[in-house]
């Protein structure tokens, strides 16, 4: 018998072998917790004081009234300059759409114009779940810099409907008794 295993050894493969065979588990290093679902094999007496270990560690302090202050207002300042942040985008679309009337050029004028209006009129709405009694003065500096960035959105729609031409800037877009200029000179153009 011992000659016949002898002759599968040499034939199989050296990985096979070793998956057969796995090498022994390394000693963990200390101070490093297992992860969630994936206990050591250690002595069970070892183990208990290790749950015991994590379930403190696993048990949170809930946060302090000034803490969740600061972190509703942190995520007050990122919803303030969001409209900001989608700026670019925007600018390069109008830009990109051209300054002729056309349906697309329409409806990206029209959606500069809506989407900053519509947040300048829901700013109460959008910062009331940050809202309490104790940051109501620092909430107030947010608000103020959604609107101040609601508006500068505001101003690239008016960009681009300048650009297209439909802003009333000349004096005969006011006047109606405006005469045309009389030219000095008329070309004709050779025979």
Known sequence: MSASTSVSSPTMPTWAVQLKNPPPCRSKQPGIPDPPG????QTPTSSK???AKDSKA???????????DTLKLKKAWEV???PIKSLPMTAIMMYMSGNSLQIFSIMMVFMAFKNPIMGILATNQAFERFETETNRA????????YVAMQLVALALGIWKVNKMGLLPTTRSDWLAWEERREPLEHAVPAL
């Open 138 to 145: 620092r909430m107030l500096q947010v608000k103020i810099a």
């Open 58 to 68: 696993a048990q949170r302090q809930a946060p302090t009234p000034e803490e969740m």
């Open 38 to 41: 994936f206990p050591s094999s």
């Open 49 to 51: 004081k290790k749950d």
């Open 80 to 82: 303030a300059l969001g």
